[in-house]
């Protein structure tokens, strides 16, 4: 086609940058998200409210275990990244 243009490089570029762009901060946002315990509300009025009566819920053992996989899922692709920088320039 034209041979100033790698299609094949390109190809990959856009892929992992999509991939580490918008994959590992969703894949982040889905940790967090795990961490939250059940019946939890989104208002910060009533979050102050129930605060102060010391019924405090924590998260499910499934979300802590839904959470540590992402994050270190995340870990791991920042650990491959460094990597990938060092040894190979």
């Not at 762009?21 to 979050?47: S, Y």
């Not at 499934?62 to 920042?78: S, V, Y």
Request: charged share 5%; with cysteine; proline share 4%.
């Amino acid at each position: 086609m034209n041979s100033w243009i790698n299609l094949t490089a390109l190809w990959k570029i856009v892929v992992i940058g999509l991939l580490m762009g918008a994959g590992l901060p969703a894949l982040f946002a889905v940790g967090l998200r795990a961490l939250v315990p059940r019946g939890g509300t989104a208002d910060p009025a009533q979050a102050g409210a129930e605060a102060g009566t010391g019924a405090t819920t924590s998260p499910a053992l499934l979300g802590k275990l839904i959470a540590a996989l992402c994050f270190a899922a995340i870990l791991a692709a920042m650990a491959w990244g460094i990597y990938s920088i060092v040894h190979n320039s």
